[in-house]
């Protein structure tokens, strides 16, 4: 497994953007396949964006499509996820998740590293 460290959260207004990162240690990142999923209060963990091990391959959810973007540094160990034109309903907690595969996996049950997450706070 390898070690995730999310970090970029925060409260801002919707129509805004932040950036978070997620800073992978412990195994060579580029085999990695890397995804983001949030939980909002009261409601179960669901899949936000995915990328596969060179960045080639992404897919988003489609509540995010077009307003968020994944992307990936190997050579920085790193994943960021762009978000931009941020909504109340994109309020949650945002983790960052890895699996050693060269695969681009999109559920939840396929990852095997989770960071601890980092809160997003989106006010109307």
């Known amino acids: 497994q390898v070690q995730l460290v999310e970090s970029g959260g925060g409260l801002v207004q919707a129509g805004d953007s932040l950036r978070l990162s997620c800073a992978a240690s412990g195994r060579t990142f580029s085999n990695y396949a890397m995804g983001w999923f949030r939980q909002a209060p009261g409601k179960e963990r669901e899949f936000v964006a995915a990328i596969n091990w060179n960045g080639v391959l992404t897919s988003y959810a489609d509540s995010v499509k077009g307003r968020f973007t994944i992307s990936r540094d190997n050579a920085k160990n790193t994943v960021y996820l762009q978000m931009n034109s941020l909504k109340p309903e994109d309020t949650a907690v945002y983790y960052c998740?890895?699996?050693?595969?060269?695969?681009?996996?999109?559920?939840?049950?396929?990852?095997?590293?989770w960071g601890q997450g980092t809160q997003v706070t989106v006010s109307s």
């Open positions: 998740t890895a699996k050693d595969s060269f695969q681009l996996l999109t559920a939840s049950r396929y990852y095997d590293s």
